[in-house]
């Protein structure tokens, strides 16, 4: 049997699976949406003295203006009309809040990556530090981050710092846990076989450090980045939440819940996943670039 190769390799290891997932997904999108859209079209119809057959039932669930649930197709729609149907600086474009969103998240995810990565080798290279940070690290993961967040924007604001920086503060808080803890684990992968071979050439701290250490570690911090940018998008959103924002995703999902405009809830949430997605390849083909330029088998 021959191996799979190419474009016939990826459609089977990529593209196959990701397709039956999604149209898994999609298919009990729709049966939900007629299960809990129905009781409203029966409703109506009783009011009206009328019956509603099953098909004009299904249908009408699919075509309400404030459905409990929209189906996949409404939001389509909603994300095609709030995308390439208005200009990126209108502020009922969903390209325009985007944009505002993904700008605090990767603030906040090079900011927390880079407080981890500091962490993570204060830790590793001190017994202290290692004992008294890594329990307040984890432990600080415990709070809500719905509790903490306005307390972040009413600090700042308090102190007249708004806008960009406590979204990002709240994305940083969320995304340097996740490198910590991965880059504490990766810094101390090597063997140690090797870092006793090290010692036996008398070698320094920093060049244990930059010639074992840290490319050992690698691997670990992508990983580590990919759950980090992911979680920073949901900093940046919750980061809006609190403050009543005018501009991204999180204003529209505040203003869709405010107006019950069910639609515009859920393609704020869809963009969000797809921003989300996108974040986490950009993070893996970065990974796959720096790992074949090290000779790194993936």
Known sequence: MKERTGLNSFFHDRILPVGAVVAVIVVAWYAFAVLLNAPFERDQAA??????????????TMAQDRPVLP?????ANEIWKTTALKKVTSKRSLVYHGWITISSTLLGFVMGTGLGILLAVLIVHSNVLDKSLMPWIITSQTIPILAIAPMIIVVLNAVGISGLLPKALISAYLSFFPVAVGMVKGL??????HLDLMRTYNSSRS??????RWPSSVPFLFTSMKVAVAISLVGAIVGELPTGAVAGLGARLLTGSYYGQTIQIWSALVAAAFLAAMLVMLVDLSSRMVMNRMGMAR
């Open 47 to 60: 009011r009206a003295g009328t019956d509603i057959s099953t098909s004009q039932l299904v249908s009408n």
């Open 71 to 75: 189906a996949p197709h409404q939001v």
């Open 188 to 193: 101390r992968s090597p063997d140690v076989m």
């Open 207 to 212: 060049q244990v450090f930059w010639k074992l």
